[in-house]
């Protein structure tokens, strides 16, 4: 698409750093994107290295199917990576996972896209499917909601302060018109904000939640992770980029492993258990650099996590 901006891959160093990458290993790439964080594995892989791609956007698959049509080592696979292990079934059979990389969120493209309608300064379909072929677009669902549910939303996945206002005024927007266009949302959202923060559109945080609900982004996160410790290899690494809290609690927490008091009442004793966690935390929380801040502002809020199966 002509508005299609550039994809710069975030911590694109740090992560193939923290992959520990081995010239004839396997790894996936579990959100290709436009294949930043590929193309840098793929450089590090010799012959009888082999790297599995997922991607759930069509163009991100085709885009990935011309730039490496020629390199055996390559696959790209269409589907979710809450489903890595059944759709990559037989590429796994025969070998271990040394290494999984997840770049969350959306890609530039997918943002710079009007049609795609993640943006609220763009204006396009009120879309925000990572994948146009399965769900409902939000144009489709917001009839469908109510006050309470919207608001609800709103504060749970996008910390939004005036949740239940917001939501108010976009349910009766809805119910007079329907809302079809991303930026008539984002006016919606705006007229009804009454503190807005500084430098930030007052859409931010109400756009953000209604791309993850519709997705189920946090959902499939926690489903990919808990589905990365049956086909990793012990010494094989988990490495995760993630761009606001709530995806970056998720994998903090599933790095630190169940919590043995999970579950029993207060003032009760808690039996021992000594089994050990399966993964071991590989260093903290890595951020990106100023350097790399000022050169994509859009890395600002990244944060990397990196884990290691144990034997």
């Not at 669902?141 to 302060?161: K, N, Q």
């Amino acid at each position: 698409m002509s508005d299609a901006g550039e994809h710069i891959s975030v911590l694109a160093v740090e992560a193939i750093e923290a992959l520990n990458i081995m010239h004839n290993g396997f790894y996936i790439d579990a959100t290709f994107g436009r294949g930043g964080h590929s193309g840098q594995i793929l450089e590090r892989l010799g012959n009888e290295g082999r790297l599995l791609a997922f991607d759930c956007d069509d163009q991100a698959v085709e885009h990935a199917r011309v730039r490496y049509a020629d390199d055996p080592r390559f696959t790209i696979i269409k589907s979710n990576y809450s489903e890595m292990p059944t759709a990559a079934a037989s590429h796994i059979s025969n070998r271990s996972v040394d290494g999984v990389l997840f770049d969350l969120g959306v890609s530039s493209p997918q943002l710079d896209q009007s049609v795609r309608g993640f943006s609220f300064d763009k204006s396009g379909p009120l879309d925000m499917r990572m994948d146009q072929s399965v769900g409902q677009p939000v144009s489709e669902w917001l009839p469908t909601v109510s006050v309470d549910e919207l608001a609800s939303i709103f504060r749970e996945y996008g910390d939004e302060r005036y949740a239940r206002r917001i939501a108010r005024r976009v349910v009766e927007a809805v119910q007079e018109k329907p809302v079809t266009d991303t930026v008539e949302l984002a006016e919606i959202i705006k007229a009804a904000h009454p503190r807005w923060e500084k430098h930030k559109h007052p859409a931010t945080r109400c756009f953000q939640a209604l791309r993850i609900f519709i997705n189920r982004e946090l959902d499939h996160l926690k489903m990919a992770l808990e589905n990365c410790i049956d086909i990793l290899r012990p010494g094989g690494r988990i490495v995760v980029i993630s761009f606001h809290s709530l995806e970056d609690r998720i994998v903090k927490r599933f790095f630190r492993g169940p919590d043995k008091n999970a579950g029993v009442p207060r003032g009760l004793p808690v039996a021992d258990n000594d089994t050990p966690w399966v993964l071991k935390k590989i260093g903290g929380a890595i951020r990106p650099s100023e350097e790399e801040v000022a050169a994509n502002p859009r890395s600002r809020s990244s944060v990397m996590r990196i884990a290691e199966r144990l034997a």
